[in-house]
Each structure stands twice: as structure tokens, then as C-alpha cells.
């Protein structure tokens, strides 16, 4: 599909490349036409993180954007508490670390494999020459920076006067809106492996509180949980429980 494209050094990487790597249409690669998609593609060098690996750390000042291929990376920041707060998900076909790639600031967040992830690391002087002589990829790029933002202002405005019931069920309904794949018999899964406290941080409450929301969403018959898996059997009484309007998708 993309021929110019380069060939990935590793061996696992060498038998996927490219037939294999699907991206979801809201992410950055799922969204850019064919030919530059395959200007982005052939930009930086191929690494492989393992599972749990750190690889942009809060306050650090690096000068590289990282263009994920295949896999979940958690995005994470430290709390006033000394704590840990996850701040959002990123998957294949997204971009991470753009920000300080185009302001040169220290990171904002620090990102970690949430399993094995490929990806392309692009140094920050090449994506800038990318964005000033490809126009698709500027819109593009520009335009999900700007939805991250939004969603995250939406978030805080509407978390504040919100339940944690209610915030439960509008995080697993986003994450389900994002990244969902059909389970089968009108479920759907989210398809993240999060644990439930990453999902306490996502949701801004304490992990008991949380727990409860859960446990009350099982027991009306919305979604199962497992280890790392969230399970939605009823997608219609989920976006009730999260008070979203009809048509919300």
C-alpha cells in the first residue's frame, strides 16, 4: 500500500510492515490521504518500546515527536499529591509529544507502553520541515491538537458538576467511541487493557468510589469487567447512565 515507504529494522516489524497495521479514522494516520500518509511514514526511525517502558517523562526537555504504529500508550502526570493522575489513552495512528515538538517547551506528560508498541521516532527539526512542506499533514496535525484540547476542556467543565457515577459512564462510553471494536451479540469492547485504578485516574475520583460506579453498572446489566477488559452489553443504557443525548456516538 504505501511502496515508498521504509522498511522496518526489526524482524517482527519486517513481517508486518506495512499489510498489517491498521488505524483507527480519527487518528492521525486514519485521516491523512494515501500519499501523505506515506510522506509521515517515511519520516524518522523505527523503535519498539516494551510493555511499561517510559519513553517521554514530564518536564524533560527532548526534541522529538513519537508517531505510534501499533499498540496503547498510556499518558500520565504528576498530581499536587505526589501522585499519579492518567490523563488520556493513545493509540496506533496517533501522534505523541507534538506539542513539545513544535514549542520546544519541557514535556507536559510523560507517556509509557501499555504493551508492545511500535512506532516511528521523528526528531522535532525533521516534523517541522514535514509540517512546512506538506500541508495535508499540518491540517491535520493541527486539527487533532485541537481536538485533544477540546476534549479536554469538555471534560473539566462537565466532570465539575457531575457525578462519579456519571463520569464513569461518559469515560467507558468515550473510550468505547474511540478505540470500541463489535464483541458480538450488541456488545462492544473497549478494547484498552486498563487495570481500574488507570481507569479511577481517567475518571479524576478515588478508586473505592469508582469500584462502586462499576459494580453498580454490572449489577444493571450495562457492562462486565475483567481483568484489563471492560465488556459494554448495553450501550443504549450506558449513554443514559452517562446523561448524553440520544444520538451521541
Known sequence: MWEEAP??????????WPGT???PPHSVLGRLPASSRAEILKSGHFREYSREETFIREDDRTDFVVLLLQGWVKITAATENGGTALLAIRHGGD?????????????????????????????????????RRAPDVHQVV???I?????????????????SVAMRVARVVFELQRAYGSDAGQGARSVGIPL???EL???????EPT?????????????????????LIRDLVQLQRAANLPAGSS
Open 142 to 144: 493541527s486539527s487533532t
Open 95 to 131: 501522534l505523541v509529544g507534538e506539542l513539545a515538538g513544535l514549542d520546544s517547551e519541557p514535556r507536559s506528560a510523560t507517556a509509557t507502553a501499555a504493551g508492545s508498541v511500535v512506532a516511528k521516532m521523528i526528531r522535532a527539526e525533521e516534523f517541522l520541515s514535514l509540517l
Open 210 to 230: 469508582v469500584h462502586k460506579a462499576l459494580r453498580e453498572l454490572r449489577q444493571r446489566g450495562i457492562l462486565d469487567t475483567g481483568y484489563r477488559s471492560l
Open 195 to 197: 487495570t481500574q485504578p
Open 200 to 206: 479511577a485516574g481517567l475518571v479524576g475520583a478515588a
Open 146 to 162: 485541537g481536538a485533544k484540547l477540546r476534549s479536554a476542556t469538555r471534560r473539566h467543565v462537565e466532570f465539575g458538576g457531575c
Open 7 to 16: 522498511t522496518p529494522r526489526s524482524a517482527w516489524a519486517k513481517e508486518t
Open 21 to 23: 497495521f491498521q488505524w
